[in-house]
């Protein structure tokens, strides 16, 4: 395959796509004193308070290991709580502090800018059978 060739496969697009809104999404957070997966995790406790870490890595498509480190540092900041024993069984359901909420509605406002532009030359139908496609293809490839 030649190297002008790659800009054919989907994948390399995928990725080209993907780091560049990594990198705006990145820009764009750090003036709220957030990264990418700190404020992915913000977003995922408000939808769906009491998750456990285990949950929110794989939600948030990192290791245990590196969502440990997140909630650390979230946690460490107020944004979120967790109590120190499980209720039942071993997770320790975590919630968003009211200054967690806060924060993640600040920044929001800017990730869905970066959302309009990526999508502003798309229709709303377009970008519904886009959707649906990235979600096939997400299907296509378990793992």
Do not use: W
Not at 20 to 37: G, I, Q, V
Not at 105 to 129: C, P, Q, Y
Request: hydrophobic letters at 40%; charged letters at 25%; aromatic letters at 2%.
């Amino acid at each position: 395959m030649k190297q002008e060739d790659l800009g054919r496969l989907v994948g390399y697009q995928l990725k080209r796509v993907q780091a560049a809104l990594r990198s705006a999404m990145d820009a764009t957070l750090r003036e709220h004193d957030l990264t990418t997966p700190q404020y992915i995790c913000l977003e995922l406790l408000d939808q769906r308070p009491g998750l456990s870490n285990a949950e929110l890595a794989r939600d948030a498509f990192v290791t245990r290991q590196s969502m440990n480190v997140v909630l650390r540092n979230l946690q460490g900041a107020g944004l979120v709580t967790r109590p120190a024993t499980a209720s039942q069984g071993r997770a320790l359901p975590l919630r968003l502090t009211e200054q967690g909420t806060a924060r993640l509605k600040a920044a929001r406002a800017g990730v869905l800018a970066i959302e309009r532009r990526l999508t502003a030359r798309l229709d709303v139908r377009e970008t519904e059978v886009l959707l649906a496609q990235l979600s096939d293809m997400a299907e296509s490839l378990p793992g």
